[in-house]
């Protein structure tokens, strides 16, 4: 089944529901050897790195049950307001010098004020001006006006993760709602932006609601699918929950038979996987972001480049 459904994929096919659910009979080696046959073919060895820069932490309104900058949970994780243009551009040219393509500022909160989309908008001005790097932006639910003002200011590519299914979402967050985070990525997309968009394995879902997830995503037309691992910190209010790494990799293979020519991008929580996730890239991911995350550590750049030129990839 493996081998027709395979086909079928290059020949145009996009897979159902139904097709989906039925490759998790499967395990993950064998879903990766076609995962990664399907890459190849619609995406040859391009692979894509970026990284992300903690614009403003913490005191965020919201209450998702997995976030240490919620401020429902008691964290400790650093506070502090948006950064200044300085700052910004100094951290992308680090980033560039390092071999860093792609390069995003993200803030806590539900979305920037006016006053604050004035600031980010001139440091992505600048970071365009004065850096080589593409800019992707990460600042919750903003008006479609903010988002054309991100626009202008040279950003390519909005962030805003999906992080589960419709049906399991009011389980992670009650203080916005999933047809808020649609209606911003439909908004980003009208504009003219690109848009990243994926969510968190380990939340409680179940594998049903990652697959639908990866239906919703590819409803939307989204290319750049972050996957990450709940990396548990102290203080949130889930459960300390864990996704075992053959799950993890299984579901990486079934989004790329999913969506085959997206990038399949691993984010959080590869600290908690082999040699930082090296099996995903095996099974269908082409693309990561490098360096500290957020509120916890990633793979350093150099190592993760070394890895990816071992693999056979290349860096676009």
């Known amino acids: 089944m493996l081998y027709e459904m395979t086909n079928k994929i290059k020949n145009g096919h996009l ?64 506070v502090y307001p948006l950064k200044d243009t300085e700052y910004f551009v100094e951290d992308a040219k680090y980033h560039k010098d390092k071999g860093i393509k792609r390069y995003s500022i993200v803030t806590s909160g539900k979305k920037l004020s006016n006053i604050e989309i004035d600031k980010i908008v001139n440091s992505y001005k600048a970071i365009n001006k004065y850096v080589d790097i593409k800019t992707c932006a990460s600042h919750g639910l903003l008006s479609e006006e903010d988002l054309r003002k991100l626009k202008e200011a040279g950003v390519k590519r909005y962030h805003n993760n999906l992080e589960t299914s419709r049906n399991y979402f009011d389980n992670i967050c009650t203080t916005h709602t999933y047809d808020e985070k649609i209606k911003t990525i439909k908004d980003a997309q009208s504009v003219g932006l690109e848009v990243c968009s994926g969510g968190i394995f380990g939340l409680g879902e ?53 969506n085959p020519s997206a990038q399949i991008r691993l984010a959080g929580g590869r600290n908690l996987l082999t040699n930082y996730g090296e099996l995903a890239f095996k099974c269908g991911a082409n693309a990561t972001i490098s360096g500290d995350l957020l509120t916890t550590c990633g793979n350093s750049i150099a190592d993760d480049i070394k890895m990816i030129e071992k693999l056979g990839f290349e860096i676009r």
Do not use: W
């Not at 889930?238 to 293979?253: C, G, P, Q, R, Y």
């Open 206 to 258: 179940s594998e049903i609601d990652r697959i639908d997830m990866a239906f919703e995503i590819r409803d939307l037309g989204i290319k750049s699918i972050p996957l990450n691992v709940l990396d548990y910190i102290k203080g949130t209010k889930i459960e300390s929950k864990s996704i075992k790494e053959e799950d993890f990799l299984k579901m990486v293979a079934i989004y790329r038979f999913i």
């Open 15 to 78: 897979i159902n529901r139904k097709e989906a659910i039925k490759l998790l009979d499967y395990d993950f080696e064998s879903l990766g050897k076609f995962a990664n046959e399907i890459r190849e073919y619609f995406l040859q060895n391009e692979f894509d790195i970026c990284s992300i820069v903690n614009g403003k932490s913490g005191k965020c309104s919201e209450d998702c049950k997995f976030c240490a900058q919620s401020s429902y949970h008691t964290t400790d994780i650093e």
